[in-house]
Protein backbone atom coordinates (compact mmCIF):
# COMPACT_ATOMS: atom_id res chain seq x y z
CA UNK A 1 0.00 0.00 0.00
CA UNK A 2 1.56 3.27 -1.28
CA UNK A 3 0.96 6.97 0.93
CA UNK A 4 0.72 9.98 -1.62
CA UNK A 5 2.88 12.66 -0.94
CA UNK A 6 0.96 16.22 -0.58
CA UNK A 7 4.21 18.46 0.06
CA UNK A 8 7.18 18.13 0.74
CA UNK A 9 8.97 20.68 3.15
CA UNK A 10 11.37 23.19 1.70
CA UNK A 11 13.90 22.61 3.40
CA UNK A 12 14.27 18.98 4.52
CA UNK A 13 16.10 15.99 3.48
CA UNK A 14 14.03 14.44 0.99
CA UNK A 15 13.06 18.34 -0.58
CA UNK A 16 16.76 17.69 -0.94
CA UNK A 17 17.49 14.37 -2.35
CA UNK A 18 14.53 15.31 -5.03
CA UNK A 19 11.06 13.82 -3.46
CA UNK A 20 8.29 15.46 -5.20
CA UNK A 21 4.98 16.20 -4.23
CA UNK A 22 2.56 13.91 -5.80
CA UNK A 23 4.60 11.20 -5.59
CA UNK A 24 3.66 7.99 -3.57
CA UNK A 25 5.81 6.79 -1.03
CA UNK A 26 6.14 2.95 -0.67
CA UNK A 27 9.12 2.13 1.81
CA UNK A 28 11.68 2.83 3.70
CA UNK A 29 14.76 0.38 3.71
CA UNK A 30 12.38 -1.85 2.83
CA UNK A 31 9.74 -1.77 5.41
CA UNK A 32 6.21 -1.34 3.81
CA UNK A 33 4.63 2.32 4.57
CA UNK A 34 1.05 2.11 5.84
CA UNK A 35 0.61 4.57 8.15
CA UNK A 36 2.17 7.22 10.68
CA UNK A 37 3.55 5.01 12.67
CA UNK A 38 5.50 3.17 10.18
CA UNK A 39 6.62 6.11 8.35
CA UNK A 40 7.35 7.59 12.19
CA UNK A 41 9.56 4.70 13.07
CA UNK A 42 11.34 3.90 9.80
CA UNK A 43 12.27 7.06 9.44
CA UNK A 44 14.76 7.79 12.80
CA UNK A 45 17.16 6.02 10.81
CA UNK A 46 20.32 8.27 9.30
CA UNK A 47 20.91 6.19 6.18
CA UNK A 48 17.94 5.45 4.35
CA UNK A 49 16.61 4.23 0.97
CA UNK A 50 13.40 5.53 0.06
CA UNK A 51 11.18 3.71 -3.06
CA UNK A 52 8.40 6.02 -4.53
CA UNK A 53 6.15 5.55 -6.98
CA UNK A 54 4.45 7.83 -9.71
CA UNK A 55 1.33 8.29 -11.51
CA UNK A 56 2.22 6.36 -14.42
CA UNK A 57 2.69 3.19 -11.87
CA UNK A 58 6.97 4.02 -12.03
CA UNK A 59 9.03 3.15 -9.30
CA UNK A 60 12.16 4.85 -8.25
CA UNK A 61 14.35 4.82 -5.32
CA UNK A 62 16.36 7.84 -3.89
CA UNK A 63 18.71 7.52 -0.59
CA UNK A 64 19.10 9.91 2.28
CA UNK A 65 21.82 11.01 4.74
CA UNK A 66 19.92 13.02 7.38
CA UNK A 67 20.29 13.02 11.57
CA UNK A 68 19.06 10.34 13.19
CA UNK A 69 16.04 12.01 15.04
CA UNK A 70 15.84 14.38 11.94
CA UNK A 71 12.38 14.61 10.28
CA UNK A 72 12.43 13.56 6.47
CA UNK A 73 10.02 16.71 5.67
CA UNK A 74 6.88 14.41 4.32
CA UNK A 75 3.32 16.12 4.56
CA UNK A 76 0.60 13.51 3.66
CA UNK A 77 -3.27 14.10 2.84
CA UNK A 78 -4.22 12.97 6.49
CA UNK A 79 -2.34 13.20 9.81
CA UNK A 80 -2.55 8.71 10.15
CA UNK A 81 -1.89 8.77 6.38
CA UNK A 82 -5.21 6.70 6.31
CA UNK A 83 -8.38 6.95 7.97
CA UNK A 84 -9.18 6.89 11.32
CA UNK A 85 -10.15 3.15 12.93
CA UNK A 86 -13.75 3.48 14.55
CA UNK A 87 -15.12 1.12 17.34
CA UNK A 88 -17.03 -1.82 16.56
CA UNK A 89 -18.03 -2.26 20.02
CA UNK A 90 -21.87 -1.21 21.28
CA UNK A 91 -20.49 -0.90 24.88
CA UNK A 92 -23.65 -0.75 27.58
CA UNK A 93 -21.96 2.46 28.75
CA UNK A 94 -20.97 4.12 25.62
CA UNK A 95 -21.26 8.10 26.64
CA UNK A 96 -21.38 8.51 22.40
CA UNK A 97 -24.65 6.39 22.17
CA UNK A 98 -26.44 8.81 24.95
CA UNK A 99 -25.77 11.94 22.96
CA UNK A 100 -28.75 13.92 21.63
CA UNK A 101 -29.59 14.18 18.35
CA UNK A 102 -28.33 17.61 16.67
CA UNK A 103 -24.71 17.84 17.56
CA UNK A 104 -21.33 18.30 15.70
CA UNK A 105 -21.08 15.07 13.91
CA UNK A 106 -17.62 14.62 14.96
CA UNK A 107 -19.23 14.20 18.16
CA UNK A 108 -20.36 10.81 17.08
CA UNK A 109 -17.63 9.17 15.86
CA UNK A 110 -16.18 6.25 17.89
CA UNK A 111 -12.66 6.10 17.86
CA UNK A 112 -10.93 2.61 18.62
CA UNK A 113 -6.90 3.68 17.12
CA UNK A 114 -4.26 2.15 18.49
CA UNK A 115 -2.53 5.12 16.64
CA UNK A 116 -3.69 7.76 18.20
CA UNK A 117 -3.68 5.13 21.72
CA UNK A 118 -0.06 6.14 21.50
CA UNK A 119 0.23 9.28 19.54
CA UNK A 120 -2.29 11.46 21.97
CA UNK A 121 -3.69 8.69 24.62
CA UNK A 122 -6.85 7.79 23.37
CA UNK A 123 -7.77 4.69 24.98
CA UNK A 124 -8.43 1.74 22.68
CA UNK A 125 -10.63 -1.57 23.47
CA UNK A 126 -7.79 -4.22 22.17
CA UNK A 127 -10.60 -5.45 19.61
CA UNK A 128 -10.09 -3.68 16.47
CA UNK A 129 -6.48 -4.84 16.28
CA UNK A 130 -5.15 -7.42 13.43
CA UNK A 131 -1.97 -9.48 13.84
CA UNK A 132 -0.50 -7.63 11.63
CA UNK A 133 -1.05 -4.48 14.30
CA UNK A 134 -0.07 -6.49 17.44
CA UNK A 135 3.12 -7.42 16.54
CA UNK A 136 4.43 -4.02 15.19
CA UNK A 137 3.39 -2.67 18.43
CA UNK A 138 5.76 -5.20 20.10
CA UNK A 139 7.93 -5.36 17.20
CA UNK A 140 8.61 -1.09 17.39
CA UNK A 141 7.99 -1.26 21.13
CA UNK A 142 5.38 1.31 20.99
CA UNK A 143 4.41 2.46 24.54
CA UNK A 144 2.68 3.25 25.93
CA UNK A 145 -0.73 1.52 24.88
CA UNK A 146 -3.81 3.16 26.84
CA UNK A 147 -6.50 0.16 27.41
CA UNK A 148 -10.25 0.36 28.20
CA UNK A 149 -10.51 -2.90 29.94
CA UNK A 150 -13.21 -2.24 32.34
CA UNK A 151 -13.26 -6.14 33.49
CA UNK A 152 -10.65 -8.84 32.68
CA UNK A 153 -13.86 -11.58 32.93
CA UNK A 154 -14.14 -12.60 29.53
CA UNK A 155 -17.49 -13.20 29.65
CA UNK A 156 -18.54 -10.26 31.44
CA UNK A 157 -16.52 -8.42 28.91
CA UNK A 158 -18.33 -9.78 25.66
CA UNK A 159 -21.48 -8.55 27.78
CA UNK A 160 -20.45 -5.21 28.54
CA UNK A 161 -19.11 -4.58 24.88
CA UNK A 162 -21.79 -6.31 23.00
CA UNK A 163 -18.94 -7.82 20.83
CA UNK A 164 -18.01 -11.61 20.99
CA UNK A 165 -14.42 -11.21 20.47
CA UNK A 166 -13.75 -8.94 23.81
CA UNK A 167 -13.12 -11.54 25.34
CA UNK A 168 -10.67 -12.94 23.52
CA UNK A 169 -8.94 -9.59 23.52
CA UNK A 170 -7.92 -9.77 26.87
CA UNK A 171 -5.31 -12.05 25.24
CA UNK A 172 -3.70 -9.39 23.43
CA UNK A 173 -3.01 -7.13 26.96
CA UNK A 174 -1.18 -9.99 27.84
CA UNK A 175 0.84 -10.19 24.80
CA UNK A 176 1.68 -6.46 25.48
CA UNK A 177 2.69 -7.32 29.19
CA UNK A 178 5.43 -10.02 28.61
CA UNK A 179 6.68 -7.90 25.62
CA UNK A 180 6.91 -4.82 28.35
CA UNK A 181 5.08 -2.76 26.34
CA UNK A 182 3.91 -0.06 29.04
CA UNK A 183 0.26 -0.23 29.49
CA UNK A 184 -2.76 2.27 31.18
CA UNK A 185 -6.21 0.75 31.95
CA UNK A 186 -9.03 2.50 32.45
CA UNK A 187 -11.97 0.45 34.08
CA UNK A 188 -15.60 2.25 33.24
CA UNK A 189 -17.60 1.00 36.28
CA UNK A 190 -21.11 0.30 36.40
CA UNK A 191 -23.01 -0.03 39.21
CA UNK A 192 -24.13 -4.13 39.96
CA UNK A 193 -22.01 -5.69 36.92
CA UNK A 194 -18.06 -5.02 37.28
CA UNK A 195 -17.69 -3.81 40.55
CA UNK A 196 -17.43 -5.44 43.90
CA UNK A 197 -16.21 -9.19 42.99
CA UNK A 198 -15.68 -8.49 39.53
CA UNK A 199 -13.67 -5.18 40.25
CA UNK A 200 -11.03 -7.51 42.16
CA UNK A 201 -10.83 -9.81 39.91
CA UNK A 202 -9.99 -7.29 37.39
CA UNK A 203 -7.23 -5.55 40.04
CA UNK A 204 -6.12 -8.99 40.67
CA UNK A 205 -5.64 -10.31 37.14
CA UNK A 206 -3.95 -6.36 36.17
CA UNK A 207 -1.79 -6.92 39.23
CA UNK A 208 -0.24 -10.15 37.96
CA UNK A 209 0.89 -7.59 34.52
CA UNK A 210 2.93 -5.31 36.76
CA UNK A 211 4.96 -3.50 36.34
CA UNK A 212 3.97 -3.99 32.83
CA UNK A 213 0.83 -2.19 33.82
CA UNK A 214 1.87 0.88 35.02
CA UNK A 215 -1.25 2.87 36.05
CA UNK A 216 -4.75 1.81 36.46
CA UNK A 217 -7.93 4.24 36.59
CA UNK A 218 -11.25 3.57 37.91
CA UNK A 219 -14.17 6.16 37.16
CA UNK A 220 -18.12 5.75 37.78
CA UNK A 221 -20.27 5.43 34.50
CA UNK A 222 -22.10 8.89 33.46
CA UNK A 223 -25.55 8.61 32.36
CA UNK A 224 -27.39 11.53 30.42
CA UNK A 225 -30.90 11.59 30.23
CA UNK A 226 -31.22 10.57 26.52
CA UNK A 227 -30.64 6.66 27.27
CA UNK A 228 -33.75 5.82 25.26
CA UNK A 229 -33.81 1.80 24.55
CA UNK A 230 -30.41 1.76 25.82
CA UNK A 231 -29.06 -0.93 28.35
CA UNK A 232 -30.71 -0.24 31.90
CA UNK A 233 -28.30 1.13 33.99
CA UNK A 234 -27.49 3.77 37.15
CA UNK A 235 -25.79 5.81 39.13
CA UNK A 236 -23.45 4.72 42.32
CA UNK A 237 -24.88 5.19 45.28
CA UNK A 238 -23.39 6.60 48.33
CA UNK A 239 -22.36 3.15 50.03
CA UNK A 240 -21.45 1.38 46.72
CA UNK A 241 -19.00 3.93 46.11
CA UNK A 242 -17.79 3.52 49.46
CA UNK A 243 -16.77 0.01 49.22
CA UNK A 244 -14.91 0.97 45.37
CA UNK A 245 -12.72 3.37 47.25
CA UNK A 246 -12.11 1.12 50.18
CA UNK A 247 -11.41 -2.05 47.17
CA UNK A 248 -8.64 -0.10 45.03
CA UNK A 249 -7.38 1.62 48.63
CA UNK A 250 -7.03 -2.33 49.35
CA UNK A 251 -4.81 -2.90 45.98
CA UNK A 252 -3.13 0.30 46.12
CA UNK A 253 -1.83 -0.22 49.52
CA UNK A 254 -0.73 -3.58 48.41
CA UNK A 255 0.67 -2.21 44.74
CA UNK A 256 2.74 0.30 46.60
CA UNK A 257 4.17 -2.07 49.58
CA UNK A 258 5.36 -4.46 46.24
CA UNK A 259 6.18 -1.75 43.78
CA UNK A 260 6.92 0.96 44.99
CA UNK A 261 3.74 2.87 43.34
CA UNK A 262 0.23 2.86 43.97
CA UNK A 263 -0.56 2.26 40.46
CA UNK A 264 -4.45 2.22 40.81
CA UNK A 265 -6.54 5.20 41.88
CA UNK A 266 -10.18 6.18 41.47
CA UNK A 267 -11.47 9.11 39.68
CA UNK A 268 -12.60 12.34 41.79
CA UNK A 269 -15.90 11.27 41.48
CA UNK A 270 -15.99 8.50 43.43
CA UNK A 271 -14.76 10.85 46.38
CA UNK A 272 -17.47 13.04 45.80
CA UNK A 273 -20.72 10.60 45.75
CA UNK A 274 -19.33 8.91 48.69
CA UNK A 275 -18.42 12.33 50.60
CA UNK A 276 -15.17 11.36 51.30
CA UNK A 277 -12.50 14.21 51.23
CA UNK A 278 -9.87 13.84 48.30
CA UNK A 279 -6.46 13.49 49.15
CA UNK A 280 -3.19 15.58 49.01
CA UNK A 281 -1.41 15.85 45.64
CA UNK A 282 1.38 13.85 47.10
CA UNK A 283 -1.20 10.78 47.17
CA UNK A 284 -1.22 10.42 43.65
CA UNK A 285 2.65 10.43 42.70
CA UNK A 286 3.27 11.74 38.92
CA UNK A 287 -0.81 12.01 38.29
CA UNK A 288 -0.72 9.04 35.82
CA UNK A 289 -4.34 9.41 35.37
CA UNK A 290 -5.14 13.08 34.74
CA UNK A 291 -6.97 12.45 31.79
CA UNK A 292 -9.28 10.39 33.53
CA UNK A 293 -10.15 12.82 36.34
CA UNK A 294 -7.41 11.16 38.73
CA UNK A 295 -6.23 13.75 41.22
CA UNK A 296 -7.26 16.73 39.27
CA UNK A 297 -8.93 18.21 42.15
CA UNK A 298 -6.03 17.48 44.28
CA UNK A 299 -3.41 18.90 41.89
CA UNK A 300 -5.99 21.94 41.53
CA UNK A 301 -5.79 22.49 45.14
CA UNK A 302 -1.70 22.57 45.13
CA UNK A 303 -1.18 24.71 42.65
CA UNK A 304 -3.69 27.40 43.71
CA UNK A 305 -2.36 26.99 47.59
CA UNK A 306 1.55 27.38 45.86
CA UNK A 307 0.00 30.60 43.88
CA UNK A 308 -1.07 32.28 46.74
CA UNK A 309 2.17 32.42 48.35
CA UNK A 310 3.67 34.10 45.79
CA UNK A 311 1.37 36.96 45.21
CA UNK A 312 2.18 40.06 46.91
CA UNK A 313 -1.09 41.49 48.27
CA UNK A 314 -3.37 43.75 48.12
CA UNK A 315 -3.87 43.32 44.98
CA UNK A 316 -6.33 45.74 42.55
CA UNK A 317 -10.32 45.73 43.29
CA UNK A 318 -11.62 43.48 40.87
CA UNK A 319 -14.95 41.58 40.40
CA UNK A 320 -14.49 37.99 38.68
CA UNK A 321 -17.15 35.10 37.94
CA UNK A 322 -16.81 31.52 37.03
CA UNK A 323 -18.81 28.66 36.16
CA UNK A 324 -18.13 25.05 37.06
CA UNK A 325 -19.90 21.82 37.48
CA UNK A 326 -22.33 21.17 40.62
CA UNK A 327 -19.62 17.88 41.56
CA UNK A 328 -16.99 21.01 41.46
CA UNK A 329 -18.21 23.34 43.04
CA UNK A 330 -17.89 22.68 47.36
CA UNK A 331 -13.98 22.64 46.51
CA UNK A 332 -13.91 25.75 44.27
CA UNK A 333 -15.56 27.70 47.65
CA UNK A 334 -12.90 25.88 49.41
CA UNK A 335 -10.58 27.78 47.19
CA UNK A 336 -12.58 30.90 47.19
CA UNK A 337 -12.47 31.00 51.06
CA UNK A 338 -8.45 30.80 51.12
CA UNK A 339 -8.18 33.64 48.71
CA UNK A 340 -10.58 35.71 50.95
CA UNK A 341 -7.62 34.56 53.95
CA UNK A 342 -5.37 36.79 51.72
CA UNK A 343 -7.48 39.36 50.00
CA UNK A 344 -10.62 41.77 50.57
CA UNK A 345 -10.26 43.63 47.55
CA UNK A 346 -11.01 40.74 45.01
CA UNK A 347 -14.83 39.83 44.77
CA UNK A 348 -15.22 36.05 43.02
CA UNK A 349 -18.49 34.80 42.25
CA UNK A 350 -18.22 31.15 41.01
CA UNK A 351 -21.70 29.92 39.50
CA UNK A 352 -22.64 26.00 39.75
CA UNK A 353 -24.54 25.23 36.07
CA UNK A 354 -27.00 22.13 36.56
CA UNK A 355 -26.75 20.06 33.11
CA UNK A 356 -30.41 20.70 31.68
CA UNK A 357 -28.69 19.74 28.33
CA UNK A 358 -27.32 15.93 29.45
CA UNK A 359 -29.37 15.93 32.35
CA UNK A 360 -29.06 16.50 36.27
CA UNK A 361 -27.01 13.08 36.88
CA UNK A 362 -23.95 14.42 34.47
CA UNK A 363 -22.41 17.33 37.45
CA UNK A 364 -18.72 17.46 35.93
CA UNK A 365 -17.28 20.47 35.08
CA UNK A 366 -15.65 19.48 31.11
CA UNK A 367 -19.53 18.50 30.22
CA UNK A 368 -21.45 21.90 31.13
CA UNK A 369 -22.82 23.47 27.72
CA UNK A 370 -22.92 27.46 26.59
CA UNK A 371 -26.05 27.12 26.64
CA UNK A 372 -27.03 26.24 30.01
CA UNK A 373 -24.58 29.24 30.97
CA UNK A 374 -26.20 31.16 29.55
CA UNK A 375 -29.86 30.64 30.69
CA UNK A 376 -28.79 30.15 34.21
CA UNK A 377 -26.54 33.29 34.11
CA UNK A 378 -28.38 35.90 31.58
CA UNK A 379 -29.12 39.14 34.01
CA UNK A 380 -26.74 38.51 36.85
CA UNK A 381 -24.59 41.37 37.48
CA UNK A 382 -20.92 39.15 36.68
CA UNK A 383 -18.28 41.90 37.08
CA UNK A 384 -15.28 42.17 34.63
CA UNK A 385 -14.86 39.38 32.81
CA UNK A 386 -16.61 35.11 33.12
CA UNK A 387 -13.96 32.39 33.53
CA UNK A 388 -15.10 29.79 31.76
CA UNK A 389 -12.81 26.36 32.32
CA UNK A 390 -11.66 25.02 29.37
CA UNK A 391 -12.59 21.76 29.94
CA UNK A 392 -15.88 23.10 28.33
CA UNK A 393 -14.12 23.71 24.75
CA UNK A 394 -12.94 21.53 21.99
CA UNK A 395 -9.64 21.75 21.42
CA UNK A 396 -9.62 24.63 19.42
CA UNK A 397 -11.19 26.44 22.23
CA UNK A 398 -14.09 27.88 20.61
CA UNK A 399 -17.35 25.73 20.84
CA UNK A 400 -18.94 24.36 24.13
CA UNK A 401 -20.21 20.29 23.09
CA UNK A 402 -24.09 22.12 22.54
CA UNK A 403 -22.43 23.99 19.36
CA UNK A 404 -22.58 27.05 21.95
CA UNK A 405 -19.48 29.39 20.95
CA UNK A 406 -17.62 31.70 23.45
CA UNK A 407 -18.64 34.80 21.02
CA UNK A 408 -22.26 33.50 22.12
CA UNK A 409 -22.00 33.29 25.38
CA UNK A 410 -20.21 36.98 25.25
CA UNK A 411 -22.91 38.63 23.20
CA UNK A 412 -25.68 37.22 25.62
CA UNK A 413 -24.02 37.87 28.31
CA UNK A 414 -22.57 40.81 27.31
CA UNK A 415 -19.40 40.16 29.24
CA UNK A 416 -16.09 38.80 27.79
CA UNK A 417 -14.95 35.08 29.00
CA UNK A 418 -11.58 34.04 29.85
CA UNK A 419 -10.85 30.29 29.09
CA UNK A 420 -8.58 28.87 32.08
CA UNK A 421 -6.70 25.79 31.92
CA UNK A 422 -7.13 23.11 35.39
CA UNK A 423 -4.17 24.85 36.62
CA UNK A 424 -4.19 26.56 39.86
CA UNK A 425 -1.29 29.30 38.97
CA UNK A 426 -2.98 30.38 35.84
CA UNK A 427 -6.74 30.18 37.43
CA UNK A 428 -5.56 32.36 40.70
CA UNK A 429 -3.98 34.64 38.07
CA UNK A 430 -6.99 34.58 36.24
CA UNK A 431 -9.24 35.99 38.97
CA UNK A 432 -6.71 38.53 40.44
CA UNK A 433 -6.00 39.60 36.79
CA UNK A 434 -2.49 38.89 36.69
CA UNK A 435 -0.63 36.79 34.31
CA UNK A 436 2.72 36.88 35.89
CA UNK A 437 2.09 33.75 38.18
CA UNK A 438 4.36 31.16 37.43
CA UNK A 439 5.70 27.88 38.69
CA UNK A 440 8.82 28.65 38.13
CA UNK A 441 8.81 31.95 39.86
Same mark, same amino acid.
Given at each position: ??????????????????I??????????G?????????????????????????????????I???????? $???????????????????????????????????????????????????????N?????????????????? &?????????L????????????A?????????????????????????????????????????????????????????????F??????????E??????????????????????????????????? +????????????????????????????????????? &???????????????????????????????????????????????????????????????? $????????? &?????????????????????????????? +?? &????????L?????????????
Amino acid at each position: MAVKIISVHPDGPAYAAGIKAGEMLVSINGNEIVDILDYRFYETNSHLTIELQDADNQKRKVSIRKGEYESI $GLEFETYLMDKQHSCRNQCIFCFIDQLPKGMRESLYFKDDDSRLSFLFGNYITLTNLSEHEINRIIEMHISPIN &VSVHTTNPELRVKMMHNRFAGEALKILKRFAQAEIKINCQLVLCPGINDGKELRRTLTDLGEMCPSVQSIAAVPVGLTCHRENLFPLRTFQKEEAEAVIDLIQEFGDSFARKWGDRIVYHADEFYQIAGRP +IPDAEFYGDFAQLENGVGLIASLKQEFYDALEMVKFP &VRARHISSVTGMAAYPFLCGLLDELRRKCDTVKWDIYPIPNDFFGHTIDVTGLVTGGDIIRRLR $GKDLGEALL &VPSVMLRHEGDLFLDGVSVADVERELHIPV +IC &VKNDGYELLGAVIGSDKICQNQ
